[in-house]
């Protein structure tokens, strides 16, 4: 995503997930693959610091396995300032958490009703 209404449509319309390093928000693109944007705010810490937090969340995204799984939505990734001394396994661990939660359910159909 890099335009700043795409951020603020997702801010309005996305649904959001917590994490205490993190929130992320997710709504429905117009695409058939799924885009993620990233804000750090300044309270985060200076420009360095900030630079490194979106290369680190690039990164994780870019590694995932699962990503391919994700179903056609915007993700945006909004830090919280306890992000700038998180490692990055602990990092790692919670944006994975968190996107999964968007992950088709396994076994791809729902349930047969009875």
């Given amino acids: 995503m890099r335009r700043r209404t795409e951020y603020l449509r997702c801010y309005r319309e996305g649904r959001r997930r917590h994490g205490d390093l993190l929130i992320l928000y997710a709504a429905p693109n ?46 945006m990734v909004h830090s919280k300032p306890a992000i ?13 958490r968190l996107l999964a939660t968007w992950l088709p359910p396994a076994g791809g159909a729902s349930s047969p009703g009875p």
């Fill in 30 to 75: 117009d695409r058939d693959h799924p885009r993620l944007g990233i804000t750090v705010g300044k309270k985060v810490g200076n420009s360095v610091v900030r630079h490194r937090v979106k290369r680190r969340i690039r990164e994780i995204y870019r590694r995932w396995s699962e990503r391919s799984q994700l179903p056609a939505m915007d993700f």
């Fill in 84 to 96: 700038a001394g998180a490692s990055f396994p602990r990092l790692t661990a919670e944006l994975t």
